[in-house]
Nanobody, 123 residues
Framework: QVQLVESGGGLVQAGGSLRLSCSTS????????MGWFRRAPGLEREFVAG????????YYADSVKGRFTISRDNAKNTVYLQMNGLKPEDTAVYYC????????????????WGQGTQVTVSS
């Protein structure tokens, strides 16, 4: 069973930065496509960013493009989300997600989830 553990959330002022981390117990982490999602109060969960298992392809929601960067370190079984230029509307619980893939391709559905980490951006 793959466990995903997020960390790095917190309270930050608008314009500030945070880096989220997601560590896994998967022995074959390098075969998992990874993603970040978020859920703001009263809203549905939404996709934020994704990365293929090699790290060769990254993709983002339009709302975060140019401000957030997803990356991974397969040697550390960890995926990161660097968030710069944070806005109050980025306030949400951020979730790490994973899906095993045979090929190094983008996935649009994930089947393993972390518990989430709260990010709060004050204006």
């Amino acid at each position: 069973q793959v466990q995903l553990v997020e960390s790095g959330g917190g309270l930050v002022q608008a314009g500030g930065s945070l880096r989220l981390s997601c560590s896994t117990s998967a022995l074959t982490f390098s075969n998992y496509a990874m993603g970040w999602f978020r859920r703001a109060p009263g809203l549905e969960r939404e996709f934020v960013a994704g990365i293929t298992w090699s790290g060769g392809i990254t993709y983002y929601a339009d709302s975060v493009k140019g401000r957030f960067t997803i990356s991974r370190d397969n040697a550390k079984n960890t995926v990161y989300l660097q968030m710069n230029g944070l806005k109050p509307e980025d306030t949400a619980v951020y979730y790490c997600a994973a899906r095993w893939t045979l090929l190094d391709t983008i996935v649009d559905e994930f089947d393993r989830w972390g518990q989430g980490t709260q990010v709060t951006v004050s204006s």
